[in-house]
């Protein structure tokens, strides 16, 4: 079997391409700086074509996306890469004489929709994302499998996003803001994820699929900062800031045990976060 990781630099990207190696897949990562592999900019569609001639590749895996921390992102062209760049890596994927399938990355925040905004502006961008790629693998008939993933994190996580914030603030004795500490959310471990997209590269897919990655237990935030304070040894942490006393419109999102479609990850949240913490130590 022969793979294309597409954004292997990043947080999933990055162990995934571990993953596949130790396991003997033939795989070719590109990433948008090039530590990963080969170099490129997805929303470039003539290097675009330069990667896919490195194939024939069986399988497919984006895994780019922009915004999912708190960095900055260009207000013009930047959140482009959530909305129109599944949609390049689809045409090419249909232009490859074997037509290898699509594994597409995406957000469970993609489908809350309240009074119809959504969460933020990432989960709005990587929902228009998606829609565009269906509406292209239903015309083109695309082998596809949409992967809507749940709060990742583990050891390496970027210091922007949730989990890692929290770790990194303290055990620097910080103060934590939240703007809505009462917001429930499922967290899953990293090397739970890779291994259920392994399990998907594995698996003769025909036609559009659509998966969900979860645990299907909800966790506060406020909640996942106690814990943190607790495997830290700073049982007394103060309760964390709250920067907005708004109603949270977007109170639980967390994945349906019942569902047909859901992989589940079986690592609990305090062995994780173990793990975590223990990474950035």
């Given at each position: ?46 290097r ?9 590749f069986?399988v ?12 900055p ?65 239903k ?18 996580q ?8 929290v ?13 809505f500490?009462?917001?429930?959310r499922?967290?899953i ?11 998907l590269?594995?698996?003769?897919v ?31 942490v103060?309760?964390?800031h709250?920067?907005n ?21 079986t ?15």
């Amino acid at each position: 079997m022969k793979v294309l990781v597409i954004g292997a630099g990043g947080f999933i990207g990055s162990s995934l391409l571990r993953n596949l190696g130790n396991s003997g897949i033939d795989v070719t990562a590109t990433s948008l700086s090039g530590r990963c592999g080969m170099r490129w900019d997805v929303m470039d569609t003539a290097r675009g074509r330069e990667v896919f001639g490195r194939g024939p590749f069986d399988v497919v895996v984006n895994l780019v996306a922009v915004g999912v921390g708190s960095e900055p992102v260009d207000p013009i062209s930047g959140w482009k890469v959530n909305t129109e760049a599944p949609t390049n890596i689809a045409r090419l994927v249909s232009d490859q004489p074997n037509e290898p399938r699509l594994i597409h990355v995406s957000s469970s925040t993609e489908s809350r929709v309240v009074n119809e905004q959504r969460e933020s502006v990432y989960s709005a961008t990587k929902a228009e994302g998606t829609q565009n790629l269906l509406q292209f693998a239903k015309q083109t008939e695309l082998r596809c499998s949409i992967v809507r993933m749940h709060n990742v994190y583990g050891p390496g996580q970027p210091k922007s996003r949730f989990v890692a914030y929290v770790i990194d603030q303290i055990l620097l004795e910080q103060p934590i803001q939240l703007r809505f500490p009462d917001r429930v959310r499922d967290f899953i471990f990293l090397d739970d994820v890779v291994e259920h997209l392994i399990e998907l590269l594995t698996v003769e897919v025909n036609g559009i699929t659509q998966v969900e990655i979860g645990s299907g237990v909800g966790y506060t935030l406020s909640s996942v900062v106690q814990l943190v304070a607790s495997l830290c040894g700073k049982g007394d942490v103060a309760e964390p800031h709250t920067s907005n006393s708004q109603l949270d419109p977007f109170l639980s999102i967390v994945a349906d045990l019942n569902s047909a479609s859901l992989l589940k990850c079986t690592t609990s949240l305090i062995d994780g976060l173990g793990l975590a913490i223990g990474g950035r130590t």
